[in-house]
């Protein structure tokens, strides 16, 4: 059973509330289903656009301190990565917002859940497209469920102050690919089979196209390579396509989802930038680092190792 809160912090937007509580209790059973894996609490909150610049910057803020201790950096070095941190989210972060609708972040104790800015939700044309919303809220329920299967064990930092030997990971496409991937499922099953299971543009708002130019022109400082936040989605439409081709790929090949999540708790089964457009790599890959490194535990009923690289049945581990 899934416990759903949708939090309203803001002193209107009732309507959307208890909309998007709906949506959940509808698609939550559902989303398991698809991809098998738990979602034991859903936690939305609905802000105001101050109040979510400010809970992204401190979320951000919080991650980097973390990262500099990991990164033995402190100083001016430490303080100069604080300096552009304070400058990109008086710029980037300050115009990105209403090209946001959501994002998914996890709080102090590494539980995730969901921001939203209604009037993001205007500005994107979401909250007008019951259909839309419909696939924006499972999305978001998609990395709740990716984030609790990894436990930290996979996704990347959101804020890192220098290059790191991981980076070559494609953590972002894999889980947006994902996301997408498991949206579409969703929708195509909510919806059956007609038009409204089908991903289409929605009108976006004036606002929302004056501040899409704006943000190019926006430099990101080369510390901050893995914070994307304040970017339009369709500026990621490339790379999550991406991620979407490998998932199908993967899953087809390991015969369901449920040997294919083990990739969300270890690191190491992570595809890297040259595997998320090369599926075949990443298989022969795992394929040689062991037969049988996919193997889901005993308690999940499958005891006789596999190798990926075979259309065998597996089982998968956001």
Known sequence: MTIIHVLNETRGHTGL????EQILR??????????????PSLVFRLLTPRAWRA???????RALEEDLVQAHLNGPEADQVRGRLAAWAATALRLGWPMNPGLTITDHYGEPHTLIAPQALHHTGIRYDR???IRFVVHACT???QITASAGALPPPPIRTG???HDDSATRALMEGHAAWAEQEVATAFFGFCREHRPRAVPCSWRYRQHGRLLPWLKRPADLTSWVCSHSVDQNAAARGDGVGFIKAAIEVAGSVVPFNRIWTDASLAPTCREITNPEAWFSRVSIEGPTILQPPPQWGVTAPASLAQPVCLTPSP
């Open 17 to 20: 509330a208890e909309e998007i």
């Open 143 to 145: 990395h709740h469920a």
């Open 131 to 133: 259909t839309a919303l």
């Open 55 to 61: 809970e992204i910057r401190a979320w951000a803020e």
């Open 163 to 165: 290059e790191r030997v």
């Open 26 to 39: 509808d698609t939550a059973s559902l989303l398991q289903e698809v991809t098998d894996l738990p979602c």
